[in-house]
């Protein structure tokens, strides 16, 4: 992500030698992963039949399986990016997180 972002990898170099960049995308992106990894670690110890899923780019919206990160959703929308990947456990659904674009 980085390069496609900053065409560089000099955060890639800072985090290899063990150091972390204080960007703001950076902080985001490492939360958001981390608690990706909580929530399915409490998941799995409800039920170890949990299901984590996502959602690809392109995929028609559907508000049973996803909740947009925007509040005026449009009824023809397409995911442009998932932020949070949905988790099934049991017969309890939570949502997947998403970044929504207009259909063409």
């Keep these: 992500m ?12 800072l985090v290899i030698s063990g150091k972390h960049p204080r960007t703001p995308l950076y902080q ?3 939360r958001m992963a981390k ?8 998941a799995t110890s409800i039920d170890p039949q949990a299901k984590v899923f996502a959602v ?3 995929s ?14 449009e009824v023809n929308c397409k995911v442009e990016f998932m932020v949070m ?8 659904l939570v949502k997947s997180r998403v970044y929504l674009s207009k259909r063409r």
Excluded: A, K, Q
């Design 85 to 92: 990947p949905g988790f099934r456990i049991g017969d309890n």
């Design 35 to 42: 608690w990706i990894w909580v929530l399915h670690g409490i």
């Design 28 to 30: 985001i992106f490492v």
């Design 2 to 13: 980085e390069i496609c972002f900053f065409r560089n990898l000099d955060h890639r170099m």
């Design 60 to 73: 028609e919206f559907s508000e049973v399986y996803m909740e947009s990160v925007e509040e005026n959703t």
């Design 56 to 58: 690809s780019r392109g």
